[in-house]
């Protein structure tokens, strides 16, 4: 048996891929999108290693083409999530026995199959059902989640090296085990990297998991547990389940074994699981570790000495990229007047210029939105701003749905900084801005950090550092991340750590240690070399001479 103490391999960000024309990367993910469209493919449950059909099956569609069928899913029911609770308790002692580095080589070894033979794959999938187009799709579903899997690795290391110090004749030690039980992994649809990162940094630190995946998904979390099954994962740590969302959790928060919660989605969903394991709080055999990112409203506020081009260019990528369904996207912009009607020519130029259409046509930078649903939803919001007096629609404005959820991007003006657009978190490609006199930099300061709930991420553009410094302190509690001179998307892990506060979640930092130090529970252990024979401390020594039967104070 070894006896060292391992380093792991130093890690570093992976390279994006550039796609361009004729590039081989970009001629390998055209033929693996071709290929993939011509197979349905019929996608189980895994349980404990197994795969799961159950019969009850929906279709997979790709939300820019809604006619197409990339396969089917089986649904499953409470049993299922039984039966998933089963699997990761049954699994559990052998992998949190485990030697870590036994641990951290599978995930190293599920960055480099990343890296290379599943590349192509994993974002040709995530393009197909989650519409994104290549860069979207290379930035997230390779890129980020490679980052993940290598600098989390490197943070489980950091937690495990980090002892107390011990005086002389004992030893003190610090041992960080797994929960006691079992984590839920509830992810969201927009990202595959964090789908993936909820599940595996959880068991990555000796944990067993079961995954719910949000349906839109399902196609490329198929894939992902196939990487991990290749990678080298046990059976029963991660057990992917496709169930409604109430059934699961009546289940999962009802049992006593239940040890934590991961989460990406809705500010509701999360508020409502958090009143759930409060009021079965005396159900568990521990407290549950909750941890969640949520929605966000997210900003750009710009000064009077802001760069119009610049601030332009943040908009149009921090507000549209991926149609805005990220949950760092712009969707709120604070623009001082005297730069405005710059600004304004930059956006409509940029925007005019956008295509919009099918992923496999990679001169089109916007996609559709993810669902019918989402797609209704927007469209009720535009429809209302065009009939609503007090706004301009100065881009943007149409939708269709004839053959796939195309939101155009959309930019409001708005002469009210409480109107319902710059408020309500609306996860698409819609932009309200509101124009600000430009001598009101501070009273903006304050519309900004109270017009809404969330704090999740924010930017703000001014060649004035004074100013910077200003809205930094004034903005402190306003996002998680906050940017200078610079959009407020695209954190990159190890060196954005990302999360909000307020209602956008419990700020828990994916990809850095702090993530993972929610996912183990320290033992402390002193050792004493050599024992005390005699209960006896100095203090209780009697001088040479002294009386111990001193007046009024007793004696024996």
């Not at 709120?332 to 304004?344: C, F, L, Q, T």
């Not at 954005?496 to 994916?510: C, E, I, L, M, V």
Request: contains cysteine; glycine residues 8%.
């Amino acid at each position: 048996m070894s006896n060292a103490f391992f380093n792991v391999p130093a890690p570093v960000n992976e390279p994006v891929k550039a796609y361009a024309p004729n590039s081989p990367e970009r001629l390998e993910l055209l033929k693996t999108l071709k290929e993939l469209k011509q197979v349905q493919r019929d996608i189980p449950m895994h349980i404990g290693g197994k795969e799961v059909r159950t019969g009850n099956t929906l279709d997979i569609r790709p939300p820019h083409d809604h006619q197409h069928v990339l396969g089917q899913f089986h649904e499953g029911d409470a049993g299922h999530v039984t039966q998933a609770i089963d699997a990761a308790l049954a699994a559990r002692a052998s992998w949190a026995a485990l030697p870590w580095e036994h641990r951290a080589s599978i995930f190293l070894k599920a960055a480099e199959l990343l890296a290379g033979p599943y590349r192509a794959r994993l974002n040709a999938a995530t393009m197909l059902a989650q519409s994104k187009n290549a860069y979207q799709a290379e930035i997230d579903a390779a890129c980020e989640l490679i980052d993940f899997f290598r600098y989390n690795v490197h943070f489980m290391q950091e937690i495990y090296k980090q002892q107390p110090v011990s005086s002389p004749g004992m030893w003190n030690r610090l041992e960080h085990r797994p929960l006691e039980g079992f984590v839920f992994a509830l992810t969201p649809f927009n990202f595959t990297s964090i789908a993936a990162n909820l599940p595996a940094s959880v068991a990555m630190m000796g944990n067993v998991v079961v995954w719910k995946p949000a349906y839109p998904q399902i196609y490329s979390a198929q894939v992902l547990m196939e990487l991990f099954k290749e990678a080298g994962l046990p059976d029963g740590v991660i057990n992917l389940i496709y169930v409604d969302g109430p059934v699961a959790g009546d289940v999962i928060f009802s049992h006593p074994d239940f040890a934590g919660i991961h989460f990406t989605g809705s500010t509701g969903v999360f508020q409502q699981i958090w009143k759930t394991i409060g009021q079965n709080i005396t159900t568990y055999k521990s407290y549950p570790r909750i941890v969640g990112e949520t929605g966000g409203k997210d900003f750009i506020l710009a000064h009077h000495s802001a760069h119009p081009r610049q601030v332009a260019t943040a908009i149009s990528r921090g507000a549209f990229e991926y149609q805005g369904q990220k949950c760092s996207a712009a969707s709120r912009v604070y623009i001082p007047s005297n730069i405005w009607d710059e600004v304004k020519g930059y956006v409509q130029e940029d925007l005019k210029s956008f295509k919009m259409g099918d992923v496999e046509d990679f001169s089109n930078f916007i996609n559709a939105v993810i669902t019918e649903a989402s797609f209704d939803k927007l469209a009720r919001y535009i429809d209302a701003a065009k009939q609503d007096e007090s706004v301009e629609i100065v881009a943007g404005g149409n939708h269709d749905k004839s053959k796939g959820y195309f939101i155009e991007p959309t930019v409001i003006v708005t002469k009210n900084p409480q109107y319902v657009t710059m408020c309500d978190e609306l996860f698409g490609p819609v932009l309200t801005v509101y124009v600000y006199d430009s001598q009101d930099f501070e009273k903006t300061l304050d519309l900004v950090d109270g017009t809404s709930p969330y704090a999740l991420t924010g930017a703000i553009f001014s060649q004035d550092r004074y100013a910077i410094d200003l809205a930094s302190k004034r903005l402190v509690h306003a996002a998680g991340n906050f940017y200078i001179n610079d959009k407020p998307t695209g954190a990159v892990v190890g060196q954005q750590p990302f999360g909000g506060a307020r209602a956008s979640g419990t700020n828990d930092k994916a990809g850095s240690i702090l993530n993972l130090l929610r996912w183990v529970s320290p033992r402390a252990i002193k050792e004493t070399f050599v024992p005390p024979v005699d209960y006896r401390y100095p203090f209780m020594g009697v001088e040479t001479g002294e009386n111990l039967n001193v007046t009024g104070q007793g004696g024996f």
